[in-house]
């Protein structure tokens, strides 16, 4: 256990914390190199909307903007305070909607890209691994040939021409599922049984658009994967032992065909927190791909630092988290 | 009474590719009978046919391999069965495993690196068996591989954490769970330091001369024959040249092909040079006619270039194919 503790937790801890580090660093300085100034920006921006104000008004709300977006002072004093904020969870004010908090923002619209995304994912990852595994052990399965030549023919179609296809057979022509939104205009978001009903309804189509277009890659490499695996000793071995077919299928072949998958899944887990742009556009889902645009078209800096933040903590702490229940799946990797 | 006889086997590789088809004659025309406790060698170099014959003798023909023409027939006493029509699932329920189990080439990477030891005697048990009661089959796995000399904690290991030498020796122990008739053993020694390989080879002997079973020994190591088999095979490019005693063959090797394999053996005292023999095995999707040794053969005639020769019993357990026994110049 110490061993372990030395040896794998603590390297891949500093690893964690590094790489977010770095993350959180560059977000830092990327903004500051830009050659706009957001004070004058805004500065100017109140001053274009035609009220007159003093000159003096305008000094204070100049210092007071910049003390707000934290540009007072030294690169490394501001640095400083930007690390103190951070460690307090606080984001800054949004630019676009002032004085809302950034966290606030991102806290409304993250459950539910959450909620589409993680069950997307890991849907269309389970599926594609299963199919992909049964393509290859049993080749000669028309069914699965079917699904093998579907998932080749979705895949290199751009997803937001899979949902608009889908929005009209299933929205349009046969009018099952709603056109946009997460829940329909009116309704407040609450967890009863009703209002968990019609947000199902709402997002199936997404769900479905991300899954269709999503599992091809996974069933593509599992196939490869596996045809690997079922050539290997100990499969040829297990079928010469007369252990069945099922037990082989998913003890000897899927278990370990699925490994390399189970790192692509952490990295896609991640991918997660930056929502799903076009897709949320298409659909008008409140997640985080929307808010990510309108902070884009309305130049609010601290949104989008906001947003890269969540997002570099987001990849790095599932492919943390696989690191750490990897060698539950494999272990050849424990102790090393 | 034979416990296997296999007649006239002929199987082949036929691959296809860009409509040019190519058939390897990896095993052609090859008749031999295992009977009930006996330690059965076979013997060759290495493309020579006998690893397809394993293939087929246990049941792993999957293409290109198919077996063409000839028979091989399981008898356990009770009934026969033609290995070659029986179906898969009739294979995997009734003779694999419990009448017919395998030491497989490259033990070491026969077990399931994801899987414990224990669980893969779990799987095998299970899918003959069955498991009543989990306490109970774990007392009798570690009675098992204890009367082996294998320590207990080898069953809670994952694969890589043992030696090549214990991995052999756990795929012994899994081999012989289910005390079957007949263990075929395909080169189980061969990645093994000799230190190693006497150990392993000393427990194949004992579990054979315990439970009177049928090993099928097949390695390329002469030495391991001599030490360990009771009859020994030759076979040379997809055919038996010569089968005997192994005290007969060693002493009284008839066929020019095993005179040489046995004279390239090394002896404590002696002090000569081996001399090798010129060209190189035959390519056997091509391969020679009339006899197949013939284009290495030091003492080929005309009619071995022409006509195959015919299996001759010398004496009642001894017999050869070569064209110098028929005509008596040997």
Redesign the interface.
């Known amino acids: 256990m110490r061993k372990f503790l030395l040896h794998y937790l603590l390297p891949r801890i500093a690893q964690y914390l590094t790489v977010i580090f770095i993350g959180i660093t560059v977000t830092f300085i990327i903004p500051r190199l830009s050659p706009t100034d957001p004070v004058e920006a805004q500065v100017s921006m109140i001053l274009s909307s035609g009220s007159a104000v003093d000159p003096e008004a305008i000094e204070h709300m100049r210092q007071a903007l910049t003390e707000m977006y934290g540009l007072s002072g030294s690169p490394l004093e501001q640095y400083i305070a930007f690390w103190g904020r951070l460690l307090r969870g606080d984001l800054g004010p949004s630019l676009s909607t002032f004085p809302t908090p950034v966290t606030r923002l991102i806290g409304q619209a993250l459950p539910w890209t959450l909620g589409l995304m993680l069950t997307a994912v890991i849907l269309s990852w389970i599926i594609g691994n299963v199919l992909g595994a049964l393509a290859s052990y049993y080749p000669k399965s028309k069914l699965i040939y079917a699904i093998d030549l579907m998932s080749q023919a979705v895949r290199p179609i751009p997803y937001y021409v899979v949902a608009l296809v889908l929005l009209v057979v299933f929205a349009y022509l046969i009018p099952i599922f709603p056109f946009s939104g997460a829940y329909p205009v009116g309704t407040r978001p609450s967890l009863t049984p009703s209002f968990v009903l019609i947000y199902l309804k709402h997002s199936a189509l997404p769900a479905l658009t991300l899954i269709l277009v999503g599992f091809g890659g996974w069933f593509i490499g599992m196939k490869s994967l596996t045809s690997n695996i079922i050539s290997?000793?100990?499969v040829?071995?297990?079928?010469?032992?007369?252990?069945?077919e099922r037990?082989i299928l998913t003890?000897?072949v899927m278990?370990?065909a699925m490994?390399p998958q189970i790192t692509g899944l952490g990295l896609s887990l991640g991918t997660v927190f930056s929502g799903a742009l076009i897709m949320e556009v298409v659909f008008q889902y409140p997640g985080m791909g929307m808010l990510t645009l309108q902070a884009i078209f309305r130049n609010d800096y601290s949104l989008i630092m906001g947003i890269a933040i969540y997002s570099i903590i987001g990849v790095a702490t599932s492919v943390f988290l696989m690191d750490l229940i990897y060698p539950l799946?494999?272990?050849?990797v424990r102790y090393q | 009474m034979a416990i296997l006889s296999v007649r006239d086997l002929r199987a082949y590789y036929r691959t296809e590719a860009y409509g040019i088809s190519r058939t390897v004659h990896a095993v052609d025309g090859v008749s031999f009978d295992l009977h009930p406790d006996e330690i059965y060698g076979v013997a060759g170099e290495s493309s020579c046919g006998k690893s397809t014959l394993i293939k087929v003798i246990?049941?792993?023909v999957k293409p290109p391999l198919k077996a063409y023409s000839g028979s091989v027939e399981y008898d356990n006493g009770l009934q026969k069965v033609d290995m070659l029509t029986i179906s898969p699932e009739e294979?995997?329920?009734n003779?694999?495993?419990?009448e017919i189990?395998?030491v497989?080439q490259?033990s070491m990477?026969?077990?399931?690196?994801?899987?414990k030891i224990i669980?893969t005697f779990e799987?095998?048990v299970?899918?003959?068996r069955g498991i009543q009661d989990k306490k109970v089959f774990r007392e009798q796995v570690e009675a098992h591989i204890n009367r082996l000399g294998l320590p207990t904690d080898v069953l809670n290991a994952?694969p890589?954490q043992l030696s090549g030498g214990m991995r052999q020796r756990v795929a012994i122990a899994?081999a012989t769970m289910f005390q079957p008739r007949l263990i075929i053993a395909d080169e189980p020694t061969t990645a093994l330091d000799v230190v190693v390989q006497r150990g392993v080879l000393q427990m194949l002997k004992e579990i054979q001369a315990e439970s009177k079973n049928t090993v099928l020994l097949v390695t390329h190591d002469m030495a391991v024959h001599a030490n360990v088999a009771d009859r020994v095979m030759i076979m040379y490019a997809g055919r038996i040249v010569e089968e005997a005693p192994t005290k007969t063959i060693f002493k009284s090797p008839l066929h020019p092909y095993t005179k040489h394999l046995i004279s390239s053996l090394p002896m404590i005292g002696v002090r000569t040079t081996k001399t090798s023999l010129r060209g190189s095995p035959p390519n056997l999707a091509n391969p020679p006619s009339g006899c197949r040794f013939h284009p290495r053969c030091p003492l080929a005639m005309e009619v071995c270039r022409t006509e195959i020769p015919e299996m001759v019993d010398v004496e009642s357990r001894h017999r050869v194919a070569c064209h110098l026994v028929k005509g008596g110049a040997l």
């Open positions: 290997e000793d100990y040829v071995y297990a079928e010469t032992t007369g252990i069945k037990k003890q000897y278990r370990n490994l799946f494999d272990p050849r | 246990s049941g792993n294979m995997r329920r003779i694999r495993w419990k189990s395998y497989m490259g990477s026969v077990l399931n690196p994801v899987r669980k799987d095998i299970e899918s003959h994952y890589h899994l």
